[in-house]
């Protein structure tokens, strides 16, 4: 059995559910990032699946995004979607330090490929997710918001605990993040 402070409060946030009243009007794309940026900043501290985020930037985003909504002409369905990517992936905005001290503040100035079909597609980048180093090797200290006492392992823990924990929207730009989510 868990000890209170080893068990969250998690509220998933489905994006896509979400869409339809953004289309109505209902809700803003803005408005529900700042939901996972409420959760973000209260569960931040115990999961630590972020490296890095630029949140000027996702609200930029998210502005620009819910205009689109607004006049009925969102870029794709993800649009306005806020998302965290692996610290392996390249962002223009963030520096990729591949989990590893040696990439510490390493910047490619330009965004990788997927990154950019993203941000084409609207979605809000929030930051960048812990991952092992390289991706391959030892954890590097982010929790599983099931089980604090837990790492959700694997390169994709930062993806995975973010969210689990609804700081980011399915998918978190990562292969493996379903599998590296284990409630046991």
Known sequence: MLAPED???????????????????????RDFLERCLADLAT???????????????????????????????????????????????????????????????????????SVAALREAGAVIVGKTVTTEFAATEPRGTHNPHDLRRTPGGSSSGSAAAVVAASASRPASARSTAAAVTTD
Request: hydrophobic share 35%.
């Open 7 to 29: 068990k969250l409060k998690l509220v998933p946030k489905p994006y896509l559910e979400a869409t339809a009243r953004f289309a109505n009007g209902v809700d803003r794309p």
């Open 43 to 113: 569960l931040e501290p115990k999961i630590g699946a972020f490296v890095h985020l630029n949140l000027e930037r996702a609200r930029a985003a998210a502005d620009q995004s819910t205009e689109r909504w607004r006049e009925g002409r969102p870029r794709s369905p993800i649009d306005g979607m806020p998302l965290g990517i692996k610290d392996i992936i390249e962002t223009a905005d963030m520096p990729t330090e591949n989990g590893s001290p040696l990439f510490a503040g390493w910047r490619s100035e330009r965004d990788g490929a």
